[in-house]
T-cell receptor, first 111, second 111 residues
Framework: DADVTQTPRNRITKTGKRIMLECSQT?????MYWYRQDPGLGLRLIYY???????NKGEISDGYSVSRQAQAKFSLSLESAIPNQTALYFC??????????FGPGTRLTVT | RKEVEQDPGPFNVPEGATVAFNCTYSNSASQSFFWYRQDCRKEPKLLMSVYSSGNEDGRFTAQLNRASQYISLLIRDSKLSDSATYLCVARFRSNDYKLSFGAGTTVTVRA
């Protein structure tokens, strides 16, 4: 079984809809991250969490929110999806912040 | 200006060839550097860390030039399985040690 899982793997939604992307990990890491990847831009950090009570904004947090429900679970929400949030979203975990382990990604399309 | 910049390629090389490419970084408050590998539509995975003195891992050699603020990756005796996008990653003190990802360099090895 994969150490980092993401659901759903693919999602098509309409502008204005609320969407939640979920991430679970079995690695026992405290640090968890949400990134989005766009062609030509690389991975950009949306939010990160160093433990259950710690939530921090990344470089592109506007339009997103997160919830760290447990050490193993970190969810990303788009309160009102817009087309420029169409992207590939990755969750990652890390023990020290140096090596990060990524989930398989969620491909989100907002029409 | 992006913190980490890469030539997107693609670098198309025959099997057995040597291919090398660079990555530049703009933040001199650098801490550490890494190369991640990302296969098409898959999650990024750590390939190797980059040490100041340069380091090898099998057919892969990474170099760091702090004076000119670039790192390099060289792949010897290329295999078909080396076809991937290689992400240059930096970790800076000035941004709380978060990882900054380049957009990636695509390498295609042909038979």
């Amino acid at each position: 079984d994969a150490d980092v899982t993401q659901t759903p793997r693919n999602r098509i939604t309409k502008t204005g809809k609320r969407i939640m992307l979920e991430c679970s990990q079995t690695k026992g890491h405290d640090r968890m991250y949400w990134y989005r990847q766009d062609p030509g831009l690389g991975l950009r950090l949306i939010y990160y969490s160093f433990d259950v009570k710690d939530i921090n904004k990344g470089e592109i947090s506007d339009g997103y929110s997160v919830s760290r429900q447990a050490q193993a679970k970190f969810s990303l929400s788009l309160e009102s999806a817009i087309p420029n949030q169409t992207a590939l979203y990755f969750c990652a975990t890390s023990e020290t912040g140096v090596e990060q382990y990524f989930g398989p990604g969620t491909r989100l399309t907002v029409t | 200006r992006k913190e980490v910049e890469q030539d997107p390629g693609p670098f198309n090389v025959p099997e057995g060839a040597t291919v090398a490419f660079n990555c530049t970084y703009s933040n001199s408050a650098s801490q550490s550097f890494f190369w991640y590998r990302q296969d098409c539509r898959k999650e990024p995975k750590l390939l190797m860390s980059v040490y100041s003195s340069g380091n090898e891992d099998g057919r892969f050699t990474a170099q760091l030039n702090r004076a000119s603020q670039y790192i390099s990756l060289l792949i010897r005796d290329s295999k078909l399985s080396d076809s991937a996008t290689y992400l240059c990653v930096a970790r800076f003190r000035s941004n709380d040690y978060k990882l900054s990802f380049g957009a990636g360099t695509t390498v295609t090895v042909r038979a």
